[in-house]
């Protein structure tokens, strides 16, 4: 599957962003689909993951309650909507599918990578 990740931008504190990811080549549904970033210098690291039915989602404490995944694979396309953003979120997110059927939050445990797309948060 073909991942392509975007609406990234600058922004400043505290305001919203929504991500998207746009799947082709192999059934969307098939896959769960995740969200990582990777701030300058540092370790990609997992953000949200949302399972292939939708029905669980997991995301890294830091972000709880101010981020939300979705997917409508009938659209063929992932979504991470980010609220209330900080500074510490600034960073390349990457969306990415796996053929594991449940919750996973390694990239190791992600198959297919889309390209990235930055978000930057201004104080």
């Known amino acids: 599957v073909q991942l392509q990740a975007s609406g990234g931008g600058l922004v400043q504190a505290g305001d919203s962003l929504r991500l998207s990811c746009a799947a082709s080549g192999r059934t969307f549904s098939d896959y769960a689909m995740g969200w990582f970033r990777q701030a300058l210098g540092k370790e990609r690291e997992f953000v949200a993951a949302?399972?292939?039915?939708?029905?669980?989602?997991h995301y890294k404490d830091s972000v709880k309650g101010r981020f939300t995944i979705s997917r409508d694979n009938a659209k063929n396309t992932g979504y991470l909507q980010m609220n209330s953003l900080k500074p510490e979120d600034t960073a390349i997110y990457y969306c990415a599918a796996s053929r594991f059927n449940s919750i996973v939050t390694s990239t190791k445990d992600y198959h297919y990578w889309g390209q990235g797309t930055l978000v930057t948060v201004s104080s």
């Open positions: 949302i399972s292939w039915s939708s029905d669980s989602t």
